[in-house]
């Protein structure tokens, strides 16, 4: 029910900027999404949240500011309609405090080709980064667009 998925940006040391998108799917729609945010992907126990109102005025898209998080830290997301519906689970990360004085590492991704099912280099972008020690982690992704060929 959430088909683009879930995206974070514009991280700053204590918020981030949560999105998806819930348009109605076959007479299922929903007008309210509750937000939810998580230190751990189990979401044991809940940090922040809210809700937010959907509908055609916003092309059935959310953007949730996600504020009084801490510095650099990874946070688990999701969001679910009124009727229990779930998205896919979210992983951010807040930026470093203004003071920090540790390196930032990111990368640049753009032109996927959806047409030709290649999709996968994100999937293997977070896979590998997953994978890494935490202090070795991408801080930073820039989206630089993609283009439907």
Not at 40 to 51: E, N, Q
Not at 59 to 70: E, G, H, N
Not at 136 to 143: A, D, K, P, S, W
Request: charge should be negative; glycine fraction near 6%; aromatic fraction near 10%.
């Amino acid at each position: 029910l959430y088909p683009q998925g879930v995206a974070s940006g514009d991280p700053t040391a204590d918020t981030v900027i949560l999105w998806t998108r819930r348009p109605p799917v076959k007479g299922n729609s929903a007008g309210k999404l509750t937000v939810e945010i998580s230190a751990t992907p189990d979401f044991r126990k809940l940090l922040a949240g809210g809700t937010a109102n959907i509908g055609p005025d916003s092309d059935w898209t959310c953007r949730f500011v996600a504020a009084d998080l801490k510095p650099d830290r990874e946070y688990w997301y999701r969001f679910i309609d009124e009727h229990g519906f779930a998205s896919r689970t979210g992983r951010t990360m807040t930026a470093p405090a203004d003071d920090s004085d540790a390196p930032v590492r990111f990368t640049f991704v753009c032109c996927q080709c959806p047409n030709e099912a290649a999709m996968n280099a994100y999937r293997r972008m977070i896979f590998e980064d997953e994978a890494r020690q935490k202090d070795e982690r991408l801080n930073f992704v820039l989206h630089l667009g993609d283009l439907s060929y």
